[in-house]
């Protein structure tokens, strides 16, 4: 067990819908870091929070967003969902700004009708 | 530009073999790290290893040890006497700074290994 949350397990929904997903980092961790595991993509980087703000940005598309709040959880949209996004959504987190260990969380599968 | 390249696709070994999967990456950062994670089927990605840029010194973990040459900008990884609960796709990672203070990671595509009884 990593520390690091994710909710929910499991997310089935139809396209042009719009979604969130949420991520609890390990205690302590001020980075939070969402990627995307698809097939046909593999394992890419989407988006990186540090206490609040974000720090680095990857592939995301402009139909997601994400955020870190106060509490340092952190939450990805998405919207206008499309079958393409199916797909492993990870959550990870970091002591600090992203030089340290990634740990990351159980994921969330989602799929896309 | 980050690339991350795991030419093996898939590696099937006998148990108690060994076997090397193979990482090769790019950067044109000369502070970066390197790491190592195994996804068994159950989906999780789990750590192994991290390594900075500026520490080649390999490294073993019981089983598990590494090979870090920035000569040849390589990170293998090496499993000895392999055993059938090493099935899983391994990945290998670079970690280098962005513009605002943050890490990009970039993930090479994975090799997944199998070992059979």
């Known amino acids: 067990d990593s520390g690091v949350t994710q909710t929910p397990k499991h997310l089935i929904t139809a396209t042009g819908q719009r979604v969130t997903l949420r991520c609890s980092p390990r205690s302590g961790d001020l980075s939070v870091y969402w990627y995307q595991q698809s097939l046909d993509q593999g394992l890419q980087f989407l988006i990186q929070?540090?206490?609040?703000?974000?720090?680095a940005k990857g592939n995301i598309l402009e139909r997601f967003s994400a955020q870190q709040f106060p509490d340092l959880h952190s939450e990805l949209n998405l919207s206008s969902l499309e079958l393409g996004d199916s797909a492993l959504y990870f959550c990870?987190?970091?002591?600090?700004?992203?030089?340290?260990?990634?740990?990351f969380g159980p994921g969330t599968r989602l799929l896309v009708l | 530009a980050q690339k991350v390249t795991q030419a093996q696709t898939e590696i099937s070994v006998v148990e108690k073999e060994d076997v090397t999967l193979d990482c090769v990456y790019e950067?044109?950062?000369?502070?970066?790290?390197l790491f190592w994670y195994k996804q068994p089927p159950s989906g999780e990605l789990v750590f192994l290893i991290r390594r900075n840029s500026f520490d080649e010194q390999n490294e073993i973990s019981g089983r598990y040890s590494w090979n870090f040459q920035k000569s040849t900008s390589s990170f293998n990884f090496t499993i000895t006497a392999s055993q059938v609960v090493d099935s899983a796709v391994y990945f290998c990672a670079l970690s280098e700074p962005g513009l605002t203070g943050g890490f990009k990671t970039i993930f090479g595509a994975g090799t997944r290994l199998f070992v059979k009884a």
């Open positions: 990870a987190s970091s002591a600090q700004q992203g030089w340290e260990t990634q740990y």
């Open positions: 950067t044109r950062d000369t502070t970066y790290y």
């Open positions: 929070y540090y206490n609040g703000e974000e720090r």
